[in-house]
């Protein structure tokens, strides 16, 4: 079962396709998974004027099965059935 919810985000100004984009939203959610976290859903990116706000969706499970790890696979992948 999901337990808490949260999501890593990370605001960039410029060029998006630099290294420091894909770094600093990389680092938050690694360091949740370190923290127990597991990715959930598909990253969304928003633009606002000429920044971009990237957010991963992240959830903590309990451990009593209530959402299983192949749900979540389904989930973050779009592959369903």
Same mark, same amino acid.
């Given at each position: 079962? /999901?337990?808490?919810?949260? @999501?890593? $985000?990370? @605001?960039?100004?410029?060029?998006?396709?630099?290294?420091?984009? &894909?770094?600093?939203?990389?680092?938050?959610?690694?360091?949740?998974?370190?923290?127990?976290? !597991?990715?959930? %859903? #598909?990253? &969304?990116?928003?633009?606002? %004027?000429?920044?971009?706000? $990237?957010? &991963?969706?992240?959830?903590?499970?309990?451990? #009593?099965? %209530? @959402?299983?790890?192949?749900?979540?696979? !389904? @989930?973050?992948?779009? /592959?369903? %059935?």
């Amino acid at each position: 079962m /999901i337990t808490e919810y949260k @999501v890593a $985000a990370a @605001v960039y100004i410029g060029n998006v396709e630099s290294a420091v984009y &894909q770094v600093e939203l990389e680092n938050k959610v690694n360091a949740l998974i370190e923290d127990g976290w !597991q990715p959930f %859903g #598909s990253l &969304q990116i928003v633009e606002r %004027g000429t920044s971009l706000i $990237a957010l &991963q969706p992240m959830v903590r499970l309990d451990g #009593s099965g %209530g @959402v299983s790890k192949s749900i979540l696979r !389904q @989930v973050e992948t779009g /592959i369903h %059935g």
